[in-house]
Nanobody
């Protein structure tokens, strides 16, 4: 299995940008599908974005489509989440996740992933 560590969170103003990173170790990174989820105060964890193994198909939540971009650098065993045009509703703890054998139709499902990072806080505020 793979160990995941998120980084890059912080405080940004509305309209700003932030780039999250999730470094993986202990597994065959290229064979894992990767995803980002988030959990805001008082809300359930929700899907944000995913990218299939090897850098194939991607999926985005409607709330972030057009603003966020998921990418992966297989040579560095790292998945990224570029967040642009941030709004206060994006404030949450962001988690990365990895799963083996994730089919394209289930990229958005948390149950498809069995490896999770501990999260990084993103706060969008003036």
């Amino acid at each position: 299995q793979v160990h995941l560590v998120e980084s890059g969170g912080g405080l940004v103003q509305p309209g700003g940008s932030l780039r999250l990173s999730c470094a993986a170790s202990g597994g065959s990174f290229t064979t894992y599908s990767l995803a980002w989820f988030r959990q805001a105060p008082g809300k359930d964890r929700e899907f944000v974005a995913a990218i299939k193994r090897y850098g194939g198909a991607t999926a985005y939540a409607d709330a972030v489509k057009g603003r966020f971009t998921i990418s992966r650098d297989n040579a560095r065993s790292t998945v990224y989440l570029q967040m642009n045009s941030l709004i206060t509703e994006d404030t949450a703890v962001y988690y990365c996740a990895a799963g083996m054998g994730v089919i394209t139709s289930t990229l958005r499902a948390g149950s498809a992933y069995n490896n999770w990072g501990q999260g990084t806080q993103v706060t969008v505020s003036s």
